[in-house]
């Protein structure tokens, strides 16, 4: 079981049933579970979506997009079926908080979800886990389960008249399908390659009809901002950043683990105070702040508040909160070819510049690794980096891009190092021969 | 062939995948799921059960490979009763990913993708498996293993044999 971290500083909302058994739907309810649901059966449609646009809620999948807004762009009459999608693929590494929430809280998910559908009309939602997290897909059915015996889902839910169904889908292995086209091509029963955009989901998603595809972190966010107010959860974060984020601190930290804290809370702060400092009293070398595809930071970079325009005009982004602490013994190249190898490994190959880019990355970041790099590699690194950008149909391509150029950009001595006679201490001469 | 009279699956499993076809709006959504619970039981994505598959939903099976080959946890392979799942993604590698990976394959005297004569592991290098802030992390077939440590790794082990031991004690009583 994964544990559980605790700070002062955290303003739990999200997580403020984890550890409770909040799984078990009698306890969900003593913890003042479905009633935001009621309400928002009583309240109807216009007033949901104006609470989400009050709350600003912006999507925690790592695009930042207002919830609010994304829903209120589903049209009203449609002649296709409307869906719901819970994107509980969670890959981005440094990320694990819907971990955590779909373990402690699963009615939650399915509240949320009922909420959405109501707000847009639609009657069914799909919970889509990946592959890996089968003990969670279990967990996750169980609730569903008890969910419709209980009454809260299925024909004329709580004597509303209204009907919803819930179906928890499985995965089997794709980053990409983290995408939101990605994985409504999965959830069709294909493979998970992304479609071109427009039209966008909200009018033509699954199986042709609009569909609203939310993370599992947002859907989960939505009871309690019908339960405080859309006024209220707003008031929490900071401008244009509604709420709290789970922000997951991994890497080089003494106390690594899911923190829940008001968006725009400092991220030095973060690090130094709510987990601990840098493991061993070591000193910071770098901060990837919102996943493996943001763009890293430095140390003198990182006095700042953690909402998605605060840490986009810091150069980087929000991302999906996962933050990745990097002390002084880290090999920099080594990062930035993990990085890479990793996004190799998951394109899926529909775009050219992405499938080539990502092979070619890693290949010149395994040669310059080992010991075996040229001065003109560097700049080509990042030449090949930049040449992907903004041409692929999905952002995986620039996923892959944005951190590459980074590093290039930030630790430029590292990679000169790595030349000058001063091989990297972690070189193998074997990674030239798995090329 | 009809599959109530000739599955390849067992009871339980044919009346499951049954009763997931009628789940979706598209019969097709219950093809990645199928695959996945197919190869629980089985260990593989055989001929028989893409065969199989292929019937229940109908499609092809050139239409079944196309979308298994897509995603990393289908296999067309026979893996080892207990597979092992190392993470060495950026969160686990900084917090010793790598050197748990030596570990297992010296403890188990076998590299990635190989499994053990006698049949009981397979190693694999997985990226990210969401474990970040526990690192570094593990999975044997569906199970987490959380903040793990080089020394942990011969007790894991040896869990995972004394409990092939005792299931394989059951089957035999």
Request: proline content about 5%.
């Amino acid at each position: 079981m994964p544990k559980l971290v605790s700070h002062p500083d955290e303003v739990k909302i999200v997580s403020r049933r984890f550890g409770q058994g909040a799984a078990d739907i009698d306890t969900y309810l003593k913890l003042d579970g479905y009633t935001a649901l009621r309400t928002a059966i009583t309240q109807g449609s216009e007033w949901i979506i104006n609470e989400m646009k009050a709350s600003n809620l912006r999507g925690r999948g790592g695009a930042g997009f207002p919830t609010g807004l994304k829903w209120s762009f589903v049209p009203k009459q449609s002649a296709k079926p409307k869906y719901v999608i819970v994107n509980g693929d969670e890959s981005e590494p440094g990320t694990c908080k819907d971990h955590l929430i779909f373990l402690h809280d699963p009615h939650t998910i399915i509240e949320g979800t009922i909420i959405a559908g109501l707000a847009i009309g639609a009657k069914m939602g799909f919970i889509y886990l990946r592959g890996e997290y089968r003990y969670l897909q279990i967990i996750m059915q169980k609730a569903v389960d008890d969910a419709y015996e209980r009454g809260f889902l299925g024909k004329n839910l709580l004597g509303s008249g209204q009907d919803f169904d819930v179906v928890v889908q499985t995965g089997a292995g794709a980053y990409e399908v983290g995408e939101e086209s990605a994985l409504m091509e999965s959830l069709e029963g294909k493979r998970g390659v992304p479609r071109i955009k427009p039209p966008f989901p909200a009018v033509v998603g699954l199986y042709g009809g609009p569909t609203v595809i939310n993370n599992a972190e947002t859907i989960a966010t939505v009871p309690h901002v019908i339960a405080m107010g859309g006024a209220a959860f707003a008031a929490v974060g900071s401008e244009r950043n509604g709420g709290t984020r789970l922000f997951g601190v991994s890497g080089h930290v003494e106390r690594p683990g899911v923190y829940e804290l008001p968006m725009g809370y400092n991220l030095k702060k973060l690090i130094y105070e709510v987990a601990g400092g840098i493991r061993g009293g070591r000193a910071l070398k770098a901060v990837v702040p919102g996943g493996s595809s943001t763009p890293v930071l430095l140390p003198d970079e990182i006095d700042i508040g953690l909402d998605f325009d605060q840490v986009g005009k810091a150069g980087s982004m929000l991302g999906s909160a996962g933050v990745v602490v990097l002390d002084e013994t880290t090999c920099m190249v080594e990062f930035a070819l993990r990085t890479i190898q990793f996004y190799q490994h998951e394109s899926c190959g529909w775009c050219i510049p992405c499938r080539e880019g990502t092979d070619w990355l890693k290949k010149s970041l395994v040669r310059f690794h080992a010991g075996f790099g040229e001065a003109k590699d560097i700049d080509n690194i990042r030449y090949l980096a930049e040449n992907m950008l903004g041409r692929t149909f999905c952002p995986l391509g620039d996923a892959a891009a944005m951190p590459i150029i980074a590093f290039v950009k930030k630790f430029r001595k590292e990679f000169e190092d790595h030349l000058n006679g001063r091989p990297c201490p972690f070189a193998q001469p074997a990674e030239l021969a798995a090329l | 062939m009809s599959p109530e009279t000739m599955s390849v699956f067992s009871p339980k499993l044919a009346a499951r995948l049954d009763a997931l076809v009628t789940r979706y709006p598209v019969k097709r959504s219950a093809l990645v799921p199928m695959l996945l619970y197919a190869q629980d039981e089985v260990g593989y994505l055989s001929d028989a059960v893409i065969q199989e598959v292929a019937t229940r939903i109908g499609i092809t099976e050139l239409d079944v490979r196309g979308v298994a080959t897509y995603y990393s946890m289908l296999r067309f392979k026979p893996v080892g009763r207990y597979n092992v799942q190392v993470c060495t993604n950026i969160s686990c590698m900084l917090r010793g990913g790598y050197q748990l990976l030596d570990r297992f394959k010296k403890e188990l005297g076998i590299d990635v993708k190989q499994t053990t004569p006698d049949g009981l592991f397979s190693l694999e290098e997985v990226e990210c498996i969401g474990a970040c802030c526990w690192a570094p992390a593990a999975q044997v077939n569906y199970a987490f293993h959380d903040d793990l440590t080089p020394d942990a790794v011969p007790a894991l082990l040896d869990d995972y044999r004394k409990k092939a031991h005792s299931e394989g004690e059951e089957n035999n009583a």
